[in-house]
T-cell receptor, first 113, second 111 residues
Framework: NAGVTQTPKFRILKIGQSMTLQCTQD?????MYWYRQDPGMGLKLIYY???????DKGEVPNGYNVSRSTTEDFPLRLELAAPSQTSVYFC????????????FGSGTRLTVV | TQLLEQSPQFLSIQEGENLTVYCNSS?????LQWYRQEPGEGPVLLVT?????EVKKLKRLTFQFGDARKDSSLHITAAQPGDTGLYLC???????????FGTGTLLAVQP
């Protein structure tokens, strides 16, 4: 019962570097999401996907990119990292039905210095 | 724009006390969920409420969805140290099951 798996758990990036946060789920969920969590700010939606090949912007997409080539995987790409991207990133997945909640990964703590 | 406001932001109580956390919005939601998050982990779903006025109980936790589906509350009876964590409400407004999360309530229950 892996659920949603995120890697890495921690990462320090220098300003201007790029990286990919990996997310994979084994529950055959159609919907997948990327959120960032900043202290005292709750979770903000970055990007989401309703199925393979379909992605859309959330509330705070600037500086990020995603792809969804398979049902299982939803990587988040950071290009030209900035200090404002220091945050904890969570990937989640769900069924389409509003009655179903999200299953979250354990997060990636990213620091940009 | 923060659509979901939670109160209080922080709560520190003694074991055995009761407490209520509020989640308020000016927007209508098709459903509302509550999650609990522990340090270093992702949020874990506690409950989903769908119907205005709905009340759900999960052991010592009671969840209520407002009649107008704009607000919700979480009541914990006889809190225990294991209830410690960050409580998040999240509202669903659209067809794609996108959730808008509240600001969170950090609860600490002292033994």
């Amino acid at each position: 019962n892996a659920g949603v798996t995120q890697t890495p758990k921690f990462r320090i990036l220098k300003i201007g570097q790029s990286m990919t946060l990996q997310c994979t789920q084994d529950m055959n969920h159609n919907y997948m999401y990327w959120y960032r969590q900043d202290p005292g700010m709750g979770l903000k939606l970055i990007y989401y996907s309703v199925g393979a090949g379909i992605t859309d912007k959330g509330e705070v997409p600037n500086g990020y990119n995603v792809s969804r080539s398979t049902t299982e995987d939803f990587p988040l790409r950071l290009e030209l990292a900035a200090p404002s991207q220091t945050s904890v990133y969570f990937c989640a997945s769900s069924y389409w039905d509003r009655n179903y909640g999200y299953t979250f990964g354990s997060g990636t703590r990213l620091t940009v210095v | 724009t923060q659509l979901l406001e939670q109160s209080p932001q922080f709560l520190s109580i003694q074991e055995g006390e009761n407490l209520t956390v509020y989640c308020n919005s000016s927007s209508v939601f098709s459903s509302l969920q509550w999650y609990r998050q522990e340090p270093g982990e992702g949020p874990v779903l506690l409950v989903t409420v769908v119907t205005g006025g709905e009340v759900k109980k999960l052991k010592r936790l009671t969840f209520q969805f407002g009649d107008a589906r704009k607000d919700s509350s979480l009541h914990i009876t006889a809190a225990q140290p294991g209830d410690t964590g960050l409580y998040l409400c999240a509202g669903n407004r659209g067809a794609t099951n996108k959730l808008i999360f509240g600001t969170g309530t950090l609860l600490a229950v002292q033994p």
